[in-house]
């Protein structure tokens, strides 16, 4: 079941917090904010949680969701 209502404000601000380094080859590389894929939010699961990337689509896993 997809999150909701507080949950998923929640789970976006969580996600918002991850920096992911996108570069250019050597030329230059800068920090930016993940942002939940909502359009592919069936997809998520207790360690498996679908982003945006500025390289595109990408995935949040956690080692141990025990």
Avoid at 6 to 18: G, Q
């Amino acid at each position: 079941m997809a999150p909701a209502g507080d949950d998923l404000a929640r789970l976006r601000a969580i996600v918002a917090e991850v920096t992911y380094w996108s570069s250019n080859s050597l030329q230059w590389s800068e920090p930016h904010a993940l942002g939940l894929d909502e359009t592919r939010i069936a997809e998520l699961d207790e360690a498996w949680v679908p982003v945006r990337t500025p390289d595109g689509s990408g995935v949040l896993m956690w080692a141990n969701s025990d």
